[in-house]
């Protein structure tokens, strides 16, 4: 890269929260550091007693008090903790991008740019967000994933889901809604170019390994692993889309669509849209 392109790039960082999910901070870790520079990724532990990934390296990991609340009382106070996380970064940083461990923002490859170069072109005024990928298992005929392998290389099918169109991109200071959904005062709008991929519901027996963990289960959070389990229904239930025409329909219907309720959030309108994930992010993530 010239030094001229170098010095294009805007400044960015990406913050998440997690607690025993150290498999998926790994592959976060991967991902992002070779996006934007280890030393841009900001992980914050969710409880004194929470391993640092093996691979760290320059990645700044911080450990927080743990504090077992319902999930709700705990999705408030995670993303009220990382909206002020943020707020702080953006006085030294350009962007800063708010993501769970098993979520990974990608980049179009037909741009041909990385994240941060992309990322470093745009509009964000204040937020933007990446089309929901929520990646699942066919349990017809995809097998147990291999850990050691890249997931877009072993799972070929996603529910576009509005559930995972955030507003995960930010250059001003804002207050997240639980789980990044959405961004309160703001409207949200969907980058042509841009994927947020999700991977909780990648593999079933993962999901169910997910019922053995007591902290989980503890703080209420049965129900939001069920509705990774109803992903990988839909999916293996489902005649797949094969066209890429489809996304760009979604994005469409999710950018002037939403619901009545709250008219900073996108919505399918209750439409279960399977697809095929193009040939094209094969081993991205």
Not at 41 to 57: F, H, R, T, V
Not at 64 to 76: D, L, N
Not at 214 to 240: C, F, L, Q, V
Request: net charge positive; hydrophobic share 40%; with cysteine.
């Amino acid at each position: 890269m010239s030094s001229t392109a170098t010095k294009s790039l805007k400044k960015i960082a990406v913050i998440t929260m997690a607690r025993n999910d150290d498999f998926f901070l790994t592959r976060w870790i991967e991902y992002y550091g070779k996006e934007l520079g280890e030393e841009n990724l900001y992980i914050y532990l969710d409880g004194e007693d929470q391993p640092i990934p093996a691979n760290s390296g320059q990645v700044n990991v911080f450990h927080e008090k743990r504090v077992a609340e319902h999930v709700v009382k705990a999705e408030k106070r995670r993303l009220g903790f990382l909206s002020k996380v943020a707020k702080s970064l953006l006085e030294s940083y350009d962007i800063v991008i708010g993501v769970d461990a098993d979520e990974y923002l990608v980049v179009d490859p037909v741009t041909g740019k990385g994240l941060a170069a992309y990322l470093s072109e745009i509009k964000i005024n204040p937020c933007v967000s990446g089309l929901g990928i929520d990646v699942g298992q066919d349990r017809n005929t995809e097998p147990i994933l291999d850990r050691s392998k890249p997931f877009l290389g072993q799972r070929n099918y996603a529910l576009l889901s509005s559930r995972y169109t955030k507003p995960s991109v930010i250059s001003k200071p804002v207050n997240w809604g639980s789980g990044f959904h959405r961004v309160k005062g703001h409207n949200f709008t969907i980058d042509p170019n841009l994927y947020l991929f999700h991977f909780g519901s990648v593999d079933y027996d993962m999901i169910l390994d997910r019922f053995k963990d007591k902290d989980r289960m503890a703080t209420g959070r049965a129900g939001h692993i069920k509705k990774r389990a109803r992903t990988i229904d839909i999916i293996t239930n489902s005649e797949p889309k094969v066209d890429e025409k489809w996304l760009r329909l979604a994005r469409t219907l999710q950018t002037f669509a939403r619901p009545i309720w709250a008219w900073n959030k996108p919505t399918m309108l209750k439409w279960k849209l399977v697809v095929r994930i193009p040939e094209k992010f094969k081993g991205i993530v």
